[in-house]
């Protein structure tokens, strides 16, 4: 069973600056769940992707998007970087929405300077 | 809104000593809770869950018990060993719109175990 994956595992961005993370779900599962993790605190939900549609949205402005493909990988989207977007991003998949466990992936590592 | 309060870390402790990690939660309804483990410069696992109350939930010596009456679910291990290092983070699962499940993070508590 292949866990979950994430892409690239750091990358170093400019502020005004457009970046795309991808993520691979782990087999069998069909949704997928983006989370940012700021040094020091716990993630923050960013939002959901099932069956290729955004299931559900935290409190994250539009410049944030993503893109579920139907092998259930997906991309997370940012546009106009921020220097506060500095963050972890933690790609967690499960299987269907409402499922209660979600496994995460390493996480990508995004510096914006 | 659903909302997680984890024990102010970091903590400290020698190999063997017993561990005690609060959290308590703020949620409508009846959400499921968890424990996750996020060792250095790797993503989060999951440690244990517990999806109703008064469940226990067990894992490589690690217990919660969902105590519904002082809503907690607070992470305890009896003797604790150096590999046990990592941060600590309690959530809870909180239904959106659609049917989505999110999770709803504390601050996450770090622990360092001495030999």
């Known amino acids: 069973e292949t866990g979950v994956t994430q892409s690239p595992t750091h990358l170093i961005k400019t502020r005004g600056q457009q970046v795309t993370l991808r993520c691979s779900s782990q087999?069998?599962?069909?949704?997928v769940s983006w989370y940012q993790q700021a040094l020091g605190q716990g993630p923050q939900f960013i939002f959901q992707?099932?069956?290729?549609?955004?299931?559900g949205r935290g409190n994250f402005p539009p410049r944030f998007s993503g893109l579920q493909f139907p092998n259930y990988s997906s991309e997370l989207n940012v546009n106009a970087l921020e220097l506060d977007d500095s963050a972890l991003y933690l790609c967690?998949?499960?299987?269907?929405?409402?499922?209660?466990?979600?496994?995460f992936g390493p996480g990508t590592r995004l510096t914006v300077t | 809104g659903n909302s997680v309060t984890q024990m102010e870390g970091p903590v400290t402790l020698s190999e063997e000593a017993f561990l005690t990690i609060n959290c308590t939660y703020t949620a409508t309804g009846y959400p499921s809770l968890f424990w996750y483990v996020q060792y250095p410069g790797e993503g989060l696992q999951l440690l244990l869950k517990a999806t109703k109350a008064d469940d226990k939930g067990s894992n490589k010596g690690f217990e919660a018990t969902y105590r519904k009456e002082t809503t907690s679910f607070h992470l305890e291990k009896g003797s604790v060993q150096v590999s046990d290092s990592a941060v600590y983070f309690c959530a809870l699962s909180d239904q959106g719109q659609g049917g989505s499940e999110k999770l709803v993070f504390g601050k996450g508590t770090k622990l360092t175990v001495n030999p």
């Open positions: 967690a998949s499960s299987w269907r929405a409402g499922a209660y466990e979600q496994y």
């Open positions: 087999s069998g599962h069909n949704t």
């Open positions: 992707y099932y069956r290729e549609e955004e299931n």
